[in-house]
Each structure stands twice: as C-alpha cells, then as structure tokens.
DNA sequence: TCAATTGTTCAATAATCTTTGAACTAAGGG
DNA sequence: CCCTTAGTTCAAAGATTATTGAACAATTGA
C-alpha cells in the first residue's frame, strides 16, 4: 500500500506556507530536520507529545498532502521523512530557512528512545 | 499617526509563514518584492486588482500585523514596503525563496501606471 | 466649503481549519 | 485465533479566517 504524494512540480508554495504556518506542524518539521542524516525514520508515535493519534493524523496527512512529508506505509507503521530534495529543488533556500527559524521557537526535544528501523 | 508594527524580534515564524499562505497576500509580497530598490513606495489603491478595497485592508493590516510590511501613512494614503532588512535579520533567506517561489505561481504584472511619490 | 479620494471599521455571512471521541482496519505476536 | 499495536476515518463541534457592503473618518483639491 502506497500513500498519495504530490509530485515534485505539483508542491505549490502558497500550500507549502500555509502548512508550516501551524505551529503543531512546523514542530514535526523541525524534529524531522533534527533526524536527517541520521539512521531512523520516524514513526507517527514518535510526535504524540505533540497531540493526540488522532490529531496527529490530521496533522501528517496535511505534510504528506502539501508535499513536505514523505510517508511510506510498513505494516501498520508510517515512517515519516522530510522530502528535501524535492523542497530543495523546488523552492531552494526555503526548507532551510524555515526550519533554523523553528529551532529560535522552542521545539521540545523528544525524549530520545530506543531507535527502531 | 503611527500604525503599530511588531519589533523585529516579535516577528514570529508560523505567524509569518501563515499569513504568507495567502494567495492574495503572497501577491502583494511578490509585488512589492519586484519593486524594491525602484524609486516608489506603493499605496494600497496600486493593489485593488488583487481584491476589493475592504478586502484589500484586511489583508494589509495582517501582513503588517505579522511584521512582513511596513505600513507608513502620509495624508489619507498608506505607503507600503517590505521589511525586509528586518526579516532578513531575523529568518535569513526565507524573504528571497519565497519571492523566488512566488514568482513561480504567476504574480499578476500590476498595469504601469504612473509612479507616485 | 464642497466634493472627491483613500482607506478604515463594523457586523454579518461564508468558508475553512482544528480538535475530539467513537468506531474501524490492518498487521503482527503469542 | 485472539489480542495488542499503529494508525485511519467519520461526524460533530468549535474556532479561526476571509469576504462583503454600509457607514464612517481624514485629507486634499477645486
């Protein structure tokens, strides 16, 4: 099962904008960013701190449909990551920008567990 | 008389990143950003093709409110400019990708008429 | 002073967006 | 199989935002 993801040319900037404009949303950004590079993707529960399953839900589908997100379905898991290269592409400098802006805001700092994946 | 203006360390992120995820807003950015360096401020008549006048200072008073413009008033006329000393201060590179990315989407070419002020 | 120009404020409506709980689906693990 | 885990979907409620027209205020030019 494969999710719906916009293609590259079709991330719209205004969407884009108004997406991370949430400040739920520009969190989850903001420790996606954190992880880069790093070994694990991250699951949907990793972001609860952030709100309730369900909100979190709302709050993903909203990355992954504005094309911030990447989600890959593996089993029952999603495993989240930033699509930066399309952003890079897309709107260069942007990502960047917004996620050293977020790191001025608090971003609470997950209590770091065990890695999975 | 004075409008009020946030300091540049109030201009919050999400707060700039949302009202810039306005179409009509991002138009007027893209607007003003192509005319920066030139010679003239811009009055809030030289965007009424982006919406009507009541609309228009809705708008306005959002992108002021959140720090992206400067509204100077000068008789019964505003004057517009963006802050974007300010902003690159504060979220540097963010003002030129997103000017970059709006010029993407197609920023109507205000008609030319005659520069003021 | 009168009238036109520039733009705001207010109140109402419409439209979107966010949050919530209950119910549900789909894998796994034992 | 049954139970748990991970996450979605749905519908309702709440909260914000955007758009509109009517009325207003202030300045400016004739």
New interface residues.
Partial sequence: MTLPHPTTDQI????????????TR?AIVALLARREGGKGRMNCSRFLSLGSKTNLSYHLAKLREAGVTRTEVVGTQRFLTLRREDLDQ?????L???V???E??AIPRLEESVEMA
Same sequence: chains 1, 2.
Avoid: E
């Fill in positions: 719209s900037l205004p969407l884009v904008l108004s997406v991370l404009g949430d400040p520009l897309r709107f260069p400098g942007l960047d920008s917004i050293a802006g977020a001025l805001a």
